[in-house]
């Protein structure tokens, strides 16, 4: 019994890692193949190493494979937004039959931070040529997600 | 067939295709930044190597390792991007 759950778990895991990779090789944009990078392959890895943690039944393998499993977890999306915005700023292009670049014409070339949204500068007048500092892109960056 | 023939004849290779298809676009890549997510793909396969090289041998200390690597396939991403947007910023200052 407990093997057939390893061999369903390890066979589906290498399935989304198989199909990420497919997809690395053939989607035509950068931007698309960093979404299959964070989400198919950190979900394959995490089924992988939980049949690990099921063949082994052990607490601290367990606690092992759920230590790294959320590490991955946590460390994927912002590896793949941190890379995905180094990349916007370096001037790769979309794909030619993408339809909406949001960024397009919003952030200032020298400096390379955002601008700010029409509301959020009449509300708060100071804090408009804050754009020299190393620290406003971040700041301007995680306001912009949220 | 069993548990070890099945990890062995069947998901060993498939990972291995999968790791020589990222390896096709380490290659091929365009741009620098396709190059480096393909280094982050390779290592987070490697994950998975090692997941179900450590079923294959018994052996639960190889986890050890790929808990290592995680935190080095992160930290080379970051490092990599934060040098890509300095390169920039210096290129435009001159």
Same mark, same amino acid.
């Given at each position: 019994?407990?093997?057939?759950?390893?061999?369903?778990?390890?066979? =589906?895991?290498?399935?989304?890692?198989?199909?990420?990779?497919?997809?690395?090789?053939?989607?035509?944009?950068?931007?698309?193949?960093? #979404?299959?990078?964070?989400?198919? =392959?950190?979900?394959?890895?995490? $089924? =992988?190493?939980?049949?690990?943690?099921?063949? &082994?039944?052990?607490?601290?393998?367990?606690?092992?494979?759920?230590?790294?499993? $959320?590490?991955?977890? $946590?460390?994927?999306?912002?590896?793949?937004? =941190?890379?995905?915005?180094?990349?916007? &700023?370096t001037?790769?292009? $979309?794909?030619k039959?993408?339809?909406?670049d949001?960024?397009?014409?919003?952030?200032?070339?020298?400096?390379?931070?955002?601008?700010?949204e029409?509301?959020?500068?009449?509300?708060?007048?100071?804090?408009?040529?804050?754009?020299?500092?190393?620290?406003?892109?971040?700041?301007?960056? #995680?306001?912009?997600?949220? | 067939?069993?548990?070890?023939e099945?990890? +062995?004849?069947?998901?060993?290779?498939?990972?291995?295709?999968s790791?020589?298809?990222?390896?096709?676009?380490?290659?091929?890549?365009?741009?620098?930044?396709?190059?480096?997510?393909?280094?982050?793909?390779?290592?987070?396969?490697?994950?998975?190597?090692?997941?179900?090289?450590?079923?294959?041998? +018994?052996?639960?200390?190889?986890?050890?390792?790929?808990?290592?690597?995680?935190?080095?396939?992160?930290?080379?991403?970051?490092?990599?991007?934060?040098?890509?947007?300095?390169?920039?910023?210096?290129?435009?200052?001159?």
């Amino acid at each position: 019994m407990t093997e057939w759950i390893i061999i369903f778990l390890s066979t =589906v895991g290498t399935l989304f890692i198989f199909l990420a990779a497919v997809g690395l090789v053939r989607m035509p944009d950068f931007y698309l193949r960093v #979404s299959v990078t964070t989400k198919a =392959v950190t979900l394959g890895v995490g $089924l =992988v190493l939980v049949s690990a943690a099921i063949y &082994f039944n052990d607490i601290s393998v367990t606690s092992r494979v759920t230590a790294i499993i $959320l590490f991955l977890f $946590l460390t994927a999306p912002v590896a793949a937004h =941190v890379i995905t915005r180094a990349a916007y &700023f370096t001037g790769t292009k $979309l794909w030619k039959r993408s339809i909406i670049d949001d960024l397009k014409g919003r952030y200032e070339d020298k400096t390379i931070s955002l601008e700010e949204e029409e509301d959020v500068s009449e509300s708060s007048p100071s804090s408009k040529n804050n754009s020299t500092t190393q620290e406003s892109p971040s700041e301007q960056d #995680s306001s912009e997600d949220s | 067939m069993s548990l070890y023939e099945y990890l +062995n004849y069947i998901i060993m290779p498939i990972l291995s295709v999968s790791l020589f298809l990222i390896f096709v676009r380490l290659l091929i890549g365009p741009e620098i930044v396709d190059r480096v997510i393909a280094l982050d793909l390779i290592i987070t396969c490697g994950l998975g190597i090692i997941a179900v090289y450590s079923i294959m041998t +018994n052996q639960p200390t190889y986890l050890d390792i790929a808990m290592i690597l995680a935190l080095i396939a992160f930290l080379g991403t970051v490092a990599f991007s934060y040098f890509l947007i300095k390169q920039k910023k210096t290129r435009e200052d001159d």
